[in-house]
């Protein structure tokens, strides 16, 4: 198999296959993303690189943020990507490549598949996948297979909108996204930064308007574990509000199990406790105790597996295996 996985600063291409149930990666070549250059042209660059690392393949997998149609395999105008519009990927390798197969999914959908095939929700029929990363964007697997939509838009999560105010995420204050992604808590961390050193205060996490600019997610965690107050604020907010956006999804979806990846995976500790509590409070309890809610479990190698899942899942329901 052959995987694309596109982005906003870079591309990868990668080569593997699975055997006995694993999945294999031969080889991983990174190239920037050129956007003076046409969508086609970087495609182009992707196949030139895929045809140097080998010359026999059954299937193109690619994973590339949204908005995206995996239907009609045309990715449409990501943000991250100015210019990509209306890109008929699909068609344009299937012409190129006579008789190989391509597949298209958004880069949360292609994490989900990976996570439910080869990590943390192997086994489970029913399962959600959240990236908690710089956004907040999430797949859904229903019945062994990639949920869509009606126009590939299923799983935006972060566009629900929690509260009336709040940091924003997804262009929504006050967003699951706003409140649950590393973008959004640094937002609450620069906040009440803010607010301290209006008050002639001084955080231990900054100690000058010159250092707003530099609070991350990370740095929050640092402080909080260390005891600070504020930060350790910050966290318990995030923690409270996944809560509260994952008592929505259960109760609609019933789910088997939830797994969320990057932040939650690293800041369990700060952000565990006063998700369960709010978990507890609303959720209907059959269907809490029916989900398991865990970390993802191949951390940094999710992203290499991808695209190159989305591929072996493409050709085992076009092959109806």
Same mark, same amino acid.
């Given at each position: 198999?052959?995987?694309?996985?596109?982005?906003?600063?870079?591309?990868?291409?990668?080569?593997?296959? &699975?055997?006995?149930?694993?999945?294999?990666?031969?080889?991983?070549?990174?190239?920037?993303?050129?956007?003076?250059?046409?969508?086609?042209?970087?495609?182009?660059?992707?196949?030139?690189?895929?045809?140097?690392?080998?010359?026999?393949?059954?299937?193109?997998?690619?994973?590339?943020?949204?908005?995206?149609?995996?239907?009609?395999?045309?990715?449409?105008?990501?943000?991250?990507?100015?210019?990509?519009?209306?890109?008929?990927?699909? &068609?344009?390798? *299937?012409?190129?490549?006579?008789?190989?197969?391509?597949?298209?999914?958004?880069?949360?959908?292609?994490?989900?598949?990976?996570?439910?095939?080869?990590?943390?929700?192997?086994?489970?029929?029913?399962?959600?996948?959240?990236?908690?990363?710089?956004?907040?964007?999430?797949?859904?697997?229903?019945?062994?297979?990639? !949920?869509?939509?009606?126009?590939?838009?299923?799983?935006?999560?972060?566009?629900?909108?929690?509260?009336?105010?709040?940091?924003?995420?997804?262009?929504?204050?006050?967003?699951?996204?706003?409140?649950?992604?590393?973008?959004?808590?640094?937002?609450?961390?620069?906040?009440?930064?803010?607010?301290?050193?209006?008050?002639?205060?001084?955080?231990?996490?900054?100690?000058?308007?010159? &250092?707003?600019?530099?609070?991350?997610?990370?740095?929050?965690?640092?402080?909080?574990?260390?005891?600070?107050?504020?930060?350790?604020?910050?966290?318990?907010?995030?923690?409270?509000?996944?809560?509260?956006?994952?008592?929505?999804?259960?109760?609609?979806?019933?789910?088997?199990?939830?797994?969320?990846?990057?932040?939650?995976?690293?800041?369990?500790?700060?952000?565990?406790?006063?998700?369960?509590?709010?978990?507890?409070? &609303?959720?209907?309890?059959?269907?809490?105790?029916?989900?398991?809610?865990?970390?993802?479990?191949?951390? *940094?190698?999710?992203?290499? !597996?991808?695209?190159?899942?989305?591929?072996?899942?493409?050709?085992?329901?076009?092959?109806?295996?």
């Amino acid at each position: 198999m052959i995987g694309f996985d596109i982005g906003g600063t870079k591309c990868a291409v990668s080569i593997g296959y &699975e055997r006995d149930g694993e999945l294999i990666v031969k080889d991983k070549r990174i190239i920037p993303t050129d956007l003076s250059v046409s969508p086609y042209d970087m495609i182009e660059r992707m196949c030139s690189i895929s045809e140097e690392m080998t010359e026999c393949f059954d299937a193109i997998g690619i994973s590339c943020g949204g908005p995206l149609s995996a239907k009609r395999g045309e990715i449409l105008s990501p943000p991250n990507l100015p210019g990509w519009d209306n890109v008929k990927i699909v &068609e344009y390798l *299937e012409n190129k490549y006579k008789g190989c197969h391509a597949y298209l999914q958004n880069d949360a959908n292609a994490c989900a598949l990976v996570e439910w095939k080869y990590g943390a929700g192997h086994g489970s029929n029913s399962m959600m996948f959240f990236t908690f990363g710089t956004g907040l964007g999430a797949g859904i697997v229903i019945d062994g297979k990639i !949920y869509d939509g009606a126009s590939s838009m299923a799983g935006e999560a972060g566009h629900i909108r929690l509260a009336k105010n709040g940091p924003v995420g997804y262009g929504k204050a006050g967003s699951f996204e706003g409140f649950c992604s590393g973008a959004g808590i640094a937002q609450l961390g620069k906040k009440y930064a803010r607010e301290a050193l209006e008050r002639g205060e001084i955080m231990p996490y900054c100690r000058s308007e010159d &250092e707003l600019a530099s609070i991350t997610a990370a740095i929050l965690a640092k402080y909080a574990r260390e005891g600070d107050k504020v930060a350790k604020k910050v966290y318990d907010i995030s923690g409270k509000r996944l809560g509260q956006g994952l008592s929505l999804i259960i109760d609609i979806l019933n789910p088997e199990i939830i797994v969320i990846g990057s932040i939650f995976t690293r800041c369990e500790d700060l952000l565990r406790k006063p998700m369960d509590k709010v978990l507890k409070k &609303e959720v209907l309890s059959h269907s809490l105790n029916a989900c398991k809610i865990v970390g993802a479990a191949l951390g *940094e190698k999710i992203g290499d !597996y991808a695209a190159l899942t989305v591929a072996i899942e493409g050709e085992r329901l076009r092959k109806g295996v």
